[in-house]
Structures are given as C-alpha cells and as structure tokens.
C-alpha cells in the first residue's frame, strides 16, 4: 500500500472515531482486537436545536481527565442543509 493511501485509511479511521490497525500480520489478533467489546463504554449525544442549517462543518472536541482511557470521538459534523422542495 502507498504511504498516501495508509495516511488516508489512518484520517478516516481518526476521523470518524475508528480503529486503524496496521503493521501487523496477525490478522486474527487484529480482529479480535476491534470486535472486543470494551469494559465500560459513554456515548455522548447533543441536540442541534437552534442550529443554522447551512451545511457549514463544526468542530466537536471531548477531552477525559483520566489516564489510561482510549477516548475515540468524531472530529466534528457538518450542520444539515436546508431541504429543497422541487416544483411540479
């Protein structure tokens, strides 16, 4: 694989709160590393209630304040666009 591609699959994986496994060809343990369930989990959720509906891109930063934690979180979402209504 190019280095440009592994830099691709590496943003995705970050960006959307993935795992990237790489390096390795143990495949098996890989697997079973992004199946296991984790000890404790939080989903954290928002409301976009007075949001611009503009379908411009805001930044979401989640910060933990305990070591030994793998936060994994999106980077941000982009507001939705307005629908448009075709004429008949």
Request: charged content about 35%.
């Amino acid at each position: 694989m190019r280095a440009d591609c592994k830099d691709v699959m590496a943003e995705l994986a970050e960006g959307t709160g993935g795992t990237y496994f790489h390096n390795s060809n143990d495949l098996e343990g890989g697997f079973e590393r992004l199946t296991a369930a984790p000890e404790c989990h939080y989903l954290l959720e928002f409301s976009l209630k007075d949001i611009k509906q503009d379908g411009t891109y805001h930044r979401l930063r989640v910060k933990v304040d305990r070591e030994g934690l793998n936060l994994q979180a999106r980077r941000g979402y982009f507001a939705p666009k307005p629908t448009k209504h075709k004429k008949r």
